[in-house]
């Protein structure tokens, strides 16, 4: 059986990270024990991703570590790396007593035809976990290979299979970060929340999450803002998720009028230093308002081309404010969630989750997000190199496939 896998050259290798290639090899005959063979029918692919790729290499992040790199074609673990996504697939093979052919399931995978995992001896119902004891023990969810007969999320119907790669991933993000905002009163009563890289999906769920705790709380205290390109205003606009949205190239006198008044909390989605340099600019010539806190959540505008591969760190880099600027942090979910861990339990964290994403499921259809399909070697090559291209539009959701051309390949569908 031929596998087919998306790898990407290391920066550090010399050469340039964004010439994807789809490395063919074969599937292992036998299988070792304890072990599963899985399909990976589908994965989603977003700005996410593209971070992943980009930090595959930092010291902090290893997103390059969680997949084996195929030795095949010229590629090694020392030339190329595997950036992970998230997906859906079939268990073909088990040698693991407790998992079978045939599950469903859902998981951090790698963008291949088959995939070639271990599970270690926790399994429980609901999931089991790919032991990978080089990684830091916060990694633990990305390591979690979820049972759909068994998750309460999990709905069969293709569409919702699509719609859970997409925010999934995202949401989560987003809910804990919120959670987490939420936890410190918002960093001590703040008021006003300033977001870049407004159109992503991370960016406009936090929005949505801080609306939602508006009105769970029956007050419109806190507001939104949102940064975003010239060519994503309309869209972030159209989201009506924002109280207000500016574009990067916004007039000064324009940006600082609605910076005014009040204490902010910056989150930057974007990771752009020159556009973090002008908004702690801004406020440090607005009197009567207060940056409280820069939170680095993300960093759209970054590519594995532009980022260091030995960085340790992301966002805010070397534009970093010393002194009395605002403080900085980092918001890294699976740290976050480690402590909420020890705080609830885990039906209490079910449950919340369970709310979340039901909610999010009956509201996200008016968000105008459209999902292009693309299947095939040669056909995800290109929407990659697309993507290298002209960036993500908005608008575009991507769930790709390496496996064979199904009725649905090609089609594009309003989510
Ligand atoms: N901290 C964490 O634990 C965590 C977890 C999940 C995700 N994240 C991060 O959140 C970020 C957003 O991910 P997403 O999947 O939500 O994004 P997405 O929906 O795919 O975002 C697309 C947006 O990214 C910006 N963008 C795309 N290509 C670009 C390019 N070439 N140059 C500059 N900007 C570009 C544009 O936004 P604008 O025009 O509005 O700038 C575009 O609308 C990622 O960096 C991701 O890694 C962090």
Redesign the pocket.
Known sequence: MENLILCHPRASSGQDPSQAIIVKCEVPQTIPNDHVLLEVDRFGF???????QALGEATHFRYFEFHHIPEAEGVSSKTHGVTPVWGFGTIIKSTHPKVHPGERVYGYFAPARYLLLQVSPDVNKYAFFVPRPHLPPDRRPYNQITRCAQDPLYDPSPTAEDLTMLYR??FW?SFW?EDWLNSSNYKGGSAQILI????????F?LAYLIRKRNSLQGSSTRRVI????T??LA??KRLALYDDVFD?ESSDTSLVRNLAQGHWIYVD????DALNARVRDHFRVCGDSELVTCI????????ASTIEPSSASWGFGSEAPQGDDPKLE?????EWLAIRKQQLSVSAITQMQKEAWTRLMSDCGTWGVSLRRVCGPDQVKAAYEE?VRC????ED?FVWSLCGETEECGSTAKL
């Not at 870049?196 to 960016?203: L, N, R, V, W, Y």
């Not at 980092?330 to 699976?334: A, G, T, V």
């Open positions: 977003s700005a996410n991703n593209v971070t992943y991933p995202l993000t970060c870049s890289s407004a159109s992503s999906k991370t960016a769920c949102g940064l975003t390109s060519k994503n869209f972030t990067y989605v974007a990771g752009n680095s959540l993300g960093l759209t505008n970054v590519s980092h918001f890294f979910m699976p993507i960036g993500l539009a908005p959701a």
